[in-house]
Antibody, heavy 122, light 108 residues
């Protein structure tokens, strides 16, 4: 079945780095744009970043621009989020999510992973 | 940026009742690019509705979406026990995309 499984979360000190991974299965990964969306404890949803199906374009929320990098390896069906210079306000559950469209980006999300928790604290 | 305001914040209803959730946008949402998601505690969001009124794959027909421009509605015709959750609207017609603050549907 269609599935996304995140990993790599944990507790990290402010200013340090962390890399999240998202393993995809059950669909043609290379045909879909992919996103990271986060949710701070008890709060709403915040879009973080998108990468085109072929990796040709990447866009970020202003809150993470210059600190986070989204990437993908279509040969491994895996999405990544490299998070540098982490801040307390980056504490959240991070979800990877598949874009609604195939070969086109809609910025809506039809498949979500279960999420991985990132806690930034000294 | 388009700001989405969801109301009410909390909706207290009984199973079998009809739920009507509102999502109001600060500007017109282009091409009715409005989605609704359901989120249960400890779970990821689930897409219910896209394009304002199209049900996502596997979503029961008791869920329906309507609206255009700046006013959108999610209706659950008869609440089932599994429908008690938080619901978010999201617009994807203008950059940056934005989410509403959510409506919690709780058991009365």
């Amino acid at each position: 079945q269609v599935q996304l499984v995140e990993s790599g979360g944990g507790v990290v000190q402010p200013g340090r780095s962390l890399r999240l991974s998202c393993a995809a299965s059950g669909f043609t990964f290379s045909s879909y744009g992919m996103h990271w969306v986060r949710q701070a404890p008890g709060k709403g949803l915040e879009w973080v970043a998108v990468i085109w199906y072929d990796g040709s374009n990447k866009y970020y929320a202003d809150s993470v621009k210059g600190r986070f990098t989204i990437s993908r390896d279509n040969s491994k069906n895996t999405l990544y989020l490299q998070m540098n210079s982490l801040r307390a306000e980056d504490t959240a559950v991070y979800y990877c999510a598949r874009d609604l469209g195939a070969m086109v980006i809609f910025y809506a999300f039809d498949i979500w992973g279960q999420g991985t928790m990132v806690t930034v604290s000294s | 940026e388009i700001v989405l305001t969801q109301s009410p914040g909390t909706l207290s209803l009984s199973p079998g009742e009809r739920a009507t959730l509102s999502c109001r946008a600060s500007q017109s949402v282009s091409s009715s690019y409005l989605a609704w998601y359901q989120q249960k505690p400890g779970q990821a969001p689930r897409l219910l509705i896209y394009g304002a009124s199209s049900r996502a794959t596997g979503i029961p027909d008791r869920f329906s979406g309507s609206g255009s421009g700046t006013d959108f509605t999610l209706t659950i015709s008869r609440l089932e026990p599994e429908d008690f959750a938080v619901y978010y609207c999201q617009q994807y017609g203008s950059s940056p995309l934005s989410f509403g603050g959510g409506t919690k549907v709780e058991i009365k």
